[in-house]
T-cell receptor
Framework: KAGVTQTPRYLIKTRGQQVTLSCSPI?????VSWYQQTPGQGLQFLFEYFSETQRNKGNFPGRFSGRQFSNSRSEMNVSTLELGDSALYLC?????????????FGPGTRLTVT | GESVGLHLPTLSVQEGDNSIINCAYSNSASDYFIWYKQESGKGPQFIID?????DKRQGQRVTVLLNKTVKHLSLQIAATQPGDSAVYFC????????????FGTGTQLKVEL
């Protein structure tokens, strides 16, 4: 079956703008998590959605937000972009409801803020 | 607080040799530990996981060892191949805490021919 897809793959934005990234999980998966990957901070958890509800949130400012739709697709939004938001944004989907299991990652969206 | 760290940022091995990648963790509540492989331009790919009540688990060419006494885990790759060249991350997971993974900083494995 198809893997996790993320769109767009690459994005260039200017400081102060906002951006919306999209993630389509593997069919049947109800959990979608978002991570930010930077050379300096590594992979950091942003938030997780399960059945349209945010279940977990990492230590990121309120400029970072997300949502999940009834078909499990998820979007994350970053408002008032800063240079430091330049990163690879990864989403991962899982079929499990909070029990450890394999999480399948998408290829990521590379965001560059200028 | 929670932290997962890797001892070595870069590991170079000869093709055919065994590779050992190490990871330290600090959250005693973590009950699953997972190793991921990330190739350039791709998202992390699951390799193997281990429950906290185990000390060893084997997969195809990979073995994960867990030492809870010193909060350390390692990933052993047997007969390392050029296709194993990637960044390897360990991650920890707490059951019941949602699908939140806490990742280590990563180790770049380079396989020399």
């Amino acid at each position: 079956k198809a893997g996790v897809t993320q769109t767009p793959r690459y994005l260039i934005k200017t400081r102060g703008q906002q951006v919306t990234l999209s993630c389509s999980p593997i069919s049947g998966h109800r959990s979608v998590s978002w991570y930010q990957q930077t050379p300096g901070q590594g992979l950091q958890f942003l938030f997780e959605y399960f059945s349209e509800t945010q279940r977990n949130k990492g230590n990121f400012p309120g400029r970072f937000s997300g949502r999940q739709f009834s078909n499990s697709r998820s979007e994350m939004n970053v408002s008032t972009l800063e240079l430091g938001d330049s990163a690879l944004y990864l989403c991962a989907s899982s079929s499990t409801g909070g029990v450890a299991g394999e999480q399948y990652f998408g290829p990521g969206t590379r965001l560059t803020v200028t | 607080g929670e932290s997962v760290g890797l001892h070595l940022p870069t590991l170079s091995v000869q093709e055919g040799d065994n590779s050992i990648i190490n990871c330290a963790y600090s959250n005693s509540a973590s009950d699953y530990f997972i190793w991921y492989k990330q190739e350039s331009g791709k998202g992390p790919q699951f390799i193997i996981d281990i429950r906290s009540n185990m000390d060893k688990r084997q997969g195809q060419r990979v073995t994960v060892l867990l030492n809870k006494t010193v909060k350390h885990l390692s990933l052993q790759i047997a007969a390392t191949q050029p296709g194993d060249s990637a960044v390897y991350f360990c991650a920890e997971f707490v059951t019941g805490g949602g699908n939140k993974l806490t990742f280590g900083t990563g180790t770049q494995l380079k396989v020399e021919l």
